[in-house]
């Protein structure tokens, strides 16, 4: 049976309703909750702007790897959610997004397009799912 342990990373606001990290022994397979652009406290960070809520979502995971004692060259999948997507978004959204991958190979991603996230200031959301030694 694995042994899963449910991380409350420090710099993360802790949530009662879910786990922003699950890690499970054996495989080592890291599995990283929708992240969204917060800060510690809960207060949104780049309201109105998705290039800024695109860096701090990517911040947050990398919180949440080093919590996992990963970092983003574990990272083999993300799924990015956008509210109201448009094509026109993706190069911002990359641009921000890259930033965190550069030198190495980027993960697997999906790209999907939602009218809106849990909380209506939220523009864009980002999950990942890790793997480590």
């Given at each position: 049976m694995p042994k899963l342990d449910h991380l409350r990373p420090s710099g993360l606001h802790h949530n009662p309703a879910y786990s922003h990290v699950v890690t499970a022994t054996?495989?080592?397979?890291?599995?990283?909750?929708g992240q969204v652009s917060t800060d510690e406290e809960g207060r949104?960070?780049?309201?109105?702007?998705i290039a800024a809520q695109t860096t701090q979502?990517?911040?947050?995971?990398?919180?949440?790897?080093k919590a996992a004692g990963a970092s983003y060259s574990n990272v083999v999948?993300?799924?990015t959610f956008v509210v109201d997507y448009k094509p026109e978004l993706r190069p911002i959204i990359g641009k921000a997004?890259?930033?965190?991958?550069?030198?190495?190979?980027p993960p697997a991603s999906t790209l999907v397009g939602v009218s809106a996230l849990?909380?209506?200031?939220?523009?864009?959301?980002?999950?990942a799912v890790a793997v480590a030694d």
């Open positions: 054996g495989a080592r397979t890291i599995y990283i909750s949104i960070v780049g309201e109105g702007d979502v990517m911040q947050n995971l990398g919180l949440a790897l999948k993300i799924t997004r890259s930033a965190f991958f550069e030198g190495m190979e849990a909380a209506p200031e939220w523009l864009i959301e980002i999950e």
